[in-house]
């Protein structure tokens, strides 16, 4: 299958010396919807603005539709959409002026460019607002501005980083349905990045999951899964696991359990895994009330991504608001370029 994106050995180092990207290697096929998975400062975000000719990488090799990211950005642009974290949307205009800004920057303009529009704004439903002004729309309806915006010059390949953080689930569910059916009925390859496990599971064919700037598992969201092998039991301990003796404890009661196949320690408390992890779970409380361990909580699930995370790297993926300070993007053009606050 053709590639439209390949990365190997990418290296990304900051100016204070942080290596936030620790050289990731991936292809992403022509037609496919991929993801980067991974919790805040991962290394997601770093990877897609070298990938959207918006960062000079510091090592490696890319080539985004056939082109050399450091040869043919120019190119690289004319061919990309980029939906970022924050939303690109002028206030004072309306939604349709604001599509209309982006088609006249991509140099499109007459019939073509109005019925391209009408066609975005339906198929983002704001088409009912869309002559209002948009610092009057709620943020979900300016996240879907956003995307029909990204969308207006027909790219063969669109760049999402984050696209649905801080929605309500509504909004959020909304955004899954346009872009599933934008990859599946208009063909569009699509490279997410998100730190939302249910948002990964649903839209993307194939994930990668990364954690500070290396890549620690991909494959199908139902593949790594699967690996896992096992059912989880996570028990939160009633002093939220502050005392380690009383955690060394507990994983010595959890040990001499039948059954019980790998216990790791999670954030004020323990996850094990078993096959039979729903028939143990009486045994494991009656252990721990007899050792007199209190527990706040227990919880039984089947195998999630956010299981394969802890497994590869022994903490949980949580979904966080944003760091108060952030990048905002301006469109220009065929690309969005970092605007100095």
Not at 110 to 136: P, Q, S, Y
Not at 204 to 209: N, Q, S, T, V
Not at 278 to 290: L, N
């Amino acid at each position: 299958m053709p590639e439209t994106i390949r990365v190997e050995d990418l290296v990304e180092v900051y100016s204070d010396g942080t290596k936030a990207v620790d050289g990731i290697s991936f292809e992403v096929n022509d037609g496919e919807f991929f993801g980067f998975l991974g919790p805040n400062g991962a290394g997601k975000s770093t990877t897609i603005k070298v990938l959207t000719t918006l960062l000079k990488k510091t090592g490696g090799k890319v080539s985004v539709a056939g082109f050399d990211i450091e040869k043919h950005a120019d190119r690289i642009r004319k061919v990309i959409g980029v939906q970022s974290q924050e939303t690109v949307v002028d206030q004072d205009l309306t939604g349709r002026e604001n599509m209309m800004l982006q088609g006249h920057l991509h140099e499109m303009g007459g019939e073509e460019l109005k019925k391209r529009v009408d066609e975005l704004l339906t198929l983002v439903g704001i088409a009912d607002v869309a002559d209002k002004r948009a610092g009057h729309y709620s943020g979900g309806m300016k996240k879907r501005l956003d995307l029909a915006s990204a969308l207006v010059h027909k790219p063969k390949l669109l760049f999402l980083d984050e696209p649905t953080t801080g929605l309500d689930p509504q909004s959020r569910a909304a955004i899954w349905e346009y872009l599933s059916k934008l990859n599946k009925e208009e063909g569009i390859t699509i490279f997410l990045t998100t730190q939302y496990m249910e948002e990964a599971d649903k839209l993307c064919e194939r994930l990668y999951i990364i954690d500070q700037g290396k890549i620690v598992a991909n494959g199908t969201p139902q593949a790594l899964k699967q690996e896992v092998g096992a059912d989880s039991i996570t028990m939160t301990l009633e002093d939220g696991g502050a005392a380690p003796e009383t955690k060394e404890r507990a994983k010595q009661v959890l040990g001499g359990i039948q059954g019980i196949n790998k216990i790791i320690e999670s954030d004020g408390g323990l996850t094990v895994y078993a096959k039979n992890a729903g028939m143990i779970i009486a045994d494991v409380v009656r252990a721990f009330d007899s050792n007199k361990i209190r527990l706040s909580s227990v919880n039984f699930a089947s195998p999630t991504l956010d299981d394969v995370f802890l497994q590869h790297t022994g903490r949980r993926i949580r979904a966080e608001e944003l760091n108060t300070k952030k990048t905002t993007f301006a469109r220009f053009g065929a690309a969005r370029r970092p605007v100095r606050q």
